[in-house]
């Protein structure tokens, strides 16, 4: 059943790995988790909040970048280049076009997230001779945050063009992380305000929910049952996951090509 997911996944890998303008962001990542000792160097007191704080920062932004660069072109592309008709000629479902691209989205941002994870905690192993375990959340919450900012891309373009998909993707995810912002408003006196904001605190994604940075970096500032509350995100990105992809399909399968 996911044989031609799977082949259409791979394809999209190599042809995304071979994109320089993703290398330009997995290296200007790299860079500057490298530079975190320099900068914990000339603060030795917080040494390691620098470290950390920058390190997950880097992955987040590059991660962020790579995650909208790769997944807005996967399907106009292949429109534009007329390589669709090729592919849906063959025994080659519309849903399993969709979901390929996804797969292949999804496995590229994985290769360049474990990448940046590796090198960040390689560097933190070399400063604080130990490897927290919750440095490693910290960058597994990142992937799956991307997981869902993929979808997104993915889900819009079915029906956007790159330029607008990007603008529609970067500007949700920079709402979606003003959770304490939209959560004040659910609670405004004012009927239309309060109104807008249910919408976007309960319909758009959360993607503030994903950032547990503070605490890990702070570790004063605890989360109430960790573990927990981990496995609900993650639960949360493959739902919201699954409901952009099945939207994707249905305007894909829908749309004229």
């Known amino acids: 059943m996911l044989a031609i997911p799977w082949a259409i996944a791979r394809q999209t890998v190599k042809e995304a790995l ?3 303008v ?7 990542g790299v860079f500057l988790i490298a530079l975190g000792p320099l900068f914990g160097f ?3 007191k917080d040494s390691q909040t620098v470290l950390r704080s920058l390190g997950l920062a880097a992955i987040l932004l590059a991660g962020l970048f790579i995650t909208i660069v790769t997944c807005i072109y996967l399907i106009p592309v292949e429109i534009e280049r007329r390589t669709i008709y090729t592919v849906l000629s063959k025994p080659v479902q519309r849903y399993e076009f969709v979901l390929g691209k996804f797969l292949g989205g999804f496995l590229t941002v994985f290769i360049n997230i474990l990448a940046m994870g590796l090198v960040f905690l390689a560097m933190l192993y070399l400063q604080e001779h130990k490897i927290a375990p ?3 959340k910290g960058v597994v919450l990142t992937f799956f945050q991307m997981m869902l900012l ?3 891309s993915i889900f819009f373009s079915t029906f956007a063009t790159p330029v607008v998909n990007f603008f529609l993707s970067f ?3 920079l709402v979606g992380n003003l959770s304490s ?10 009927v239309l305000i309060r109104g807008a904001g249910n919408i976007v605190h309960y319909i758009l994604p959360n993607f503030g929910n994903f950032n547990i940075q503070n605490s890990i970096i ?5 989360i109430t049952n960790p573990n927990i509350y981990i496995r609900n995100i993650i639960i949360y990105a493959f739902i919201y996951s699954a409901v952009l992809l099945i939207g994707a399909i249905m305007i894909f399968d829908r749309r004229e090509v």
């Open 18 to 20: 071979r994109r320089r």
């Open 22 to 28: 993703m290398w330009i962001f997995l290296v200007c």
């Open 42 to 44: 000339l603060s030795p």
């Open 134 to 136: 919750e440095m490693i």
């Open 150 to 152: 993929a979808a997104l």
């Open 171 to 173: 500007g949700i995810f």
């Open 181 to 190: 912002v939209t959560d004040s408003l659910t609670t405004n006196k004012n």
């Open 218 to 222: 702070h570790p004063e500032q605890d």
